[in-house]
């Protein structure tokens, strides 16, 4: 186990009906004029727009709104957040959704406080030391955003998808009812099991952490307990256990528990960017079910007896001693198996993707050449490219 520090200050209020509490909250955090950002119509119509703007009404919070935040959310229109919240002089960003909801909500907070470009921060190095403070109310299991220290957003201008990581991306609190998410699309919740499935599988496939079993049973026990759930959420959306366990599961898959004491990368979550940047139609679950399985049998060689590990401990396949290969690969196709369970696409002719699109997935994924991506190998061009080429 590695040496590392690690700090979640996120508050987590979890259980049924608990977002009515929302401005009760706020008020009690001394918050005065609250910018509030969501995504399209779905929280009207479910009725969740109303409780949460009751609650901010009854407790006294003055509040702005701007709807309209996409999957894939773009830097344009976080842009256009800031411009509008920026003479409104708000002092909180409450975020209600998913993760593009909860990203774009973080940048805005950063672009408030620190005057910087949002582009600044996601691409040019430009370095948050102010932002403003940030509450979720996620409404589907998926991203983690509401707890973790990252953020991601899309130059559609550009086709190009990029992040920033930063203890300013912690949220101070996050209200956290399953119920919320019993009206998503089985699309939707099954994008979300990848997503957070991917999140402790990156960390799993460690680049350094020596012996670290805590660290291992614990990303494993998540895995195995999304595997189940995210099957009975697919069956029936109103099972409160399964998207209890969902949704705990998605904040603790990307707080930082899940790399406790070993470096790693998230090389298939770069790789994916490229998918989702190139179509913004793509989920980002989606093209990850894609990507994984083709980045595993890229890289297993090079590790083999950790990925005997994720095949037995995690995918329950036999050991075989005398061919560690065929467990592997029969680990690999567990995986397959499970995302197609989900109805998930499993290569980029699923999504409309071909081998032409093949160099400018690969160019902006490096960076235009300035970048690779450091896993068990290092990932230059070609590497990627013949990753993506597996993905066919």
Not at 94 to 111: E, F, Q, R
Request: aromatic share 8%; hydrophobic share 40%.
């Amino acid at each position: 186990m590695i040496n590392f520090e690690m700090q979640t200050p996120t508050k987590i209020i979890f259980g049924r009906e608990v977002h009515k509490q929302v401005g009760e909250i706020v008020k009690k955090h001394g918050f005065k004029k609250v910018l509030l950002v969501y995504g399209g119509q779905s929280i009207k119509k479910t009725g969740l727009y109303d409780e949460i703007v009751d609650s901010l009404h009854t407790n006294g919070i003055r509040f702005v709104e701007k709807g309209g935040v996409q999957a894939n959310p773009t830097l344009s229109f976080c842009r256009e957040i800031i411009e509008f919240a920026r003479p409104q002089n708000v002092d909180f960003i409450l975020a209600v959704g998913g993760g593009s909801v909860i990203d774009t909500g973080k940048m805005v907070a950063h672009s408030i406080a620190s005057g910087l470009d949002p582009w600044a921060i996601l691409y040019e190095g430009a370095v948050v030391t102010d932002s403003l403070p940030v509450g979720c109310v996620p409404t589907i299991a998926a991203a983690g955003s509401e707890s973790s220290e990252n953020a991601v957003l899309t130059n559609e201008e550009l086709g190009f998808k990029a992040g920033c990581t930063t203890p300013f991306n912690r949220p101070i609190f996050s209200i956290l009812n399953p119920e919320l998410a019993f009206t998503v699309p089985p699309y939707q919740i099954a994008c979300g099991i990848v997503d957070i499935m991917m999140h402790t599988m990156e960390r799993y496939i460690a680049l350094n952490g020596g012996d670290n079993d805590l660290t291992d049973r614990m990303a494993e026990g998540l895995l195995k307990a999304v595997i189940r759930a995210g099957r009975r959420a697919m069956d029936n959306p109103c099972d409160y256990d399964a998207q209890a366990t969902l949704l705990l599961a998605a904040g603790w898959s990307h707080n930082g528990m899940m790399n406790a004491g070993r470096s790693h990368t998230m090389a298939a979550h770069t790789i994916e960017h490229g998918l989702s940047g190139l179509h913004s139609s793509i989920a980002h679950g989606a093209g990850l079910a894609i990507v994984w399985p083709a980045y595993l049998k890229y890289i297993y060689r090079y590790d083999m007896p950790r990925f005997v590990q994720y095949a037995v401990r995690i995918w329950n396949c036999e050991e075989d001693f005398a061919n560690p290969e065929r467990t592997i690969l029969e680990g690999i196709k567990a995986t397959e198996t499970y995302f197609a369970s989900l109805n998930m696409p499993l290569r980029l002719s699923d999504v409309r993707i071909t081998e032409k699109d093949i160099d400018a997935l690969t160019e902006k994924c490096t960076n235009y050449g300035k970048r690779t991506l450091d896993t068990l190998i290092s990932l230059g061009k070609n590497e990627i490219a013949d990753i993506y080429r597996l993905c066919l």
